[in-house]
């Protein structure tokens, strides 16, 4: 739902949807930056003003007009934070009065309310004449056999888990490096 903001392009949808699908992998309070389908910027933290302190920190260059998207509340703090910088698409499913009305001060800026999603079961493209369709990966995690010496810890693990989501929604080869539920390249 579309609450503020400026007319949404085509590539501001390729970026919404990359975002929503990025965030849809996480339950705990998890901040995310988007920016050319690919996130710069993730953490997730006990509140929402770590999560998104722990995601920009990550590359606020990369960072700049991006896509920002919460899967918890914005608050008035976390938005006065999120203010300081341009973002072209904020999205969460649910604002505080007063975060909207800061978050709003910024014209141009698209503020999207996120409702429930269900993630499509395929996935299609359009290319020369005719269409690519293939099943979504919705594979969260696979228990594997420990095949080095040094067995990883329950916390590495976690966030062995934490990286391969993010994986799974960059472009290209990628490499996700991840510590404590964050980002870090």
Request: aromatic share 8%; charged share 25%.
């Amino acid at each position: 739902e579309k609450l503020a903001g400026k007319e949404i392009s085509y590539n501001n949808i390729l970026d919404i949807d990359a975002a929503i699908n990025l965030i849809s992998e996480f339950e705990e309070t998890t901040f995310a930056i988007i920016k050319h389908n690919n996130p710069c910027g993730l953490a997730t933290r006990n509140n929402s003003i770590e999560a998104w302190e722990d995601a920009i920190a990550v590359d606020k260059l990369s960072a700049f007009g991006g896509i920002i998207i919460s899967n918890s509340k914005i608050d008035l703090s976390t938005a006065e934070e999120i203010n300081k910088m341009f973002f072209e698409v904020i999205i969460a499913p649910e604002f505080d009065n007063s975060a909207l009305d800061i978050l709003k001060s910024k014209k141009n800026r698209i503020i999207l309310k996120q409702k429930k999603y269900v993630v499509p079961k395929y996935e299609f493209k359009t290319l020369l004449n005719g269409v690519l369709f293939q099943e979504k990966d919705s594979l969260v995690y696979v228990e594997n056999k420990c095949v080095t010496n040094e067995v990883p810890t329950e916390k590495e693990l976690q966030d062995l888990i934490f990286a391969y989501k993010i994986v799974k929604h960059s472009k290209s080869n990628s490499i996700v490096i991840a510590k404590n539920k964050q980002l870090i390249s």
